[in-house]
């Protein structure tokens, strides 16, 4: 598959307009706004309904993005689990998953990760011109690759780079530090999350925002919703970029 690179006028485009999907960040996090443990594993944090609600948001997204920390310490499929949410996707003559991508600088994501095993769809591979070019190419035979920045992948112009591909709805599933960056941004528009009702700790263990954070000027949000379910919440928020 053929590597996209970014021209000046298209990278000044997306500086003057800003053009880019829907983004909306999901993440399930304890009591105390953890995302995983200090060895940065996942742990169960919620229970079905919210994995059924999960599932329902990646059904009715274009794309999923996760970062390369998340597919190196989870290696999670991105799949839709429900068969009635594919076969809902393959009437509307989608592919029965959204659209997987991964956003990795320096083009780490290994070859037998389960997004390239499990369920059928595209995958992209974004990185940065100090990926190594040997890597890349071995990627570009199981996934599309778009190169956006130089020494990391320049957000603003991989949005750019989705949406003209026709993804409109792009849903994140962490980890941390892509959300930093994107919420740094102001490429983010809802976030929802899922408090659940334990306390996992830690100083170094990941929540749902890191990098390295606001000093003023903080993110504002704005309540969407708040409702119980199972043990734990689930707060959506609108970001007023």
Same mark, same amino acid.
């Given at each position: ?99 997987? @991508?991964?956003?990795?600088?320096? #083009?780490? *994501?290994?070859? &037998?990760?389960?997004? =390239?095993?499990? +369920? ?78 334990? @306390?996992?700790?830690?100083?170094? #263990?990941? *929540?749902?925002? &890191?990098?390295?954070? =606001?000093?003023? +000027? ?24």
């Amino acid at each position: 598959m053929n590597n996209i690179r970014l021209s000046k006028d298209r990278e000044e485009t997306v500086r003057e307009n800003l053009i880019r999907p829907f983004v909306f960040i999901n993440a399930a996090m304890s009591a105390d706004g953890k995302i995983a443990t200090i060895e940065r594993r996942q742990t169960r944090i919620s229970g079905k309904l919210d994995f059924d609600r999960v599932d329902e948001l990646r059904a009715t997204s274009d794309a999923i993005m996760v970062g390369i920390g998340t597919v190196l310490s989870d290696n999670p499929s991105l799949t839709v689990k429900s068969a009635q949410s594919r076969e809902m996707r393959r009437d509307k003559g989608l592919d029965e998953n959204p659209i997987r @991508i991964v956003v990795d600088n320096l #083009a780490r *994501t290994p070859l &037998d990760a389960d997004i =390239f095993i499990k +369920g059928a769809g595209r995958k992209i591979i974004a990185v940065s011109e100090c990926a190594p070019q040997e890597k890349m190419k071995e990627l570009s035979w199981v996934a599309e690759m778009i190169v956006a920045g130089e020494k990391s992948v320049d957000l603003e112009k991989l949005l750019f780079e989705l949406k003209t591909r026709g993804i409109d709805r792009l849903m994140v599933e962490g980890g941390a530090t892509l959300n930093w960056g994107l919420i740094s941004a102001g490429l983010v528009d809802e976030i929802y999350t899922f408090i659940g009702n334990i @306390i996992i700790g830690g100083r170094t #263990a990941p *929540t749902l925002v &890191d990098g390295e954070g =606001f000093t003023g +000027g903080f993110c504002g949000l704005e309540l969407i919703s708040c409702g119980k379910t199972e043990d734990g919440i689930i707060v959506r928020w609108k970001v007023m970029n």
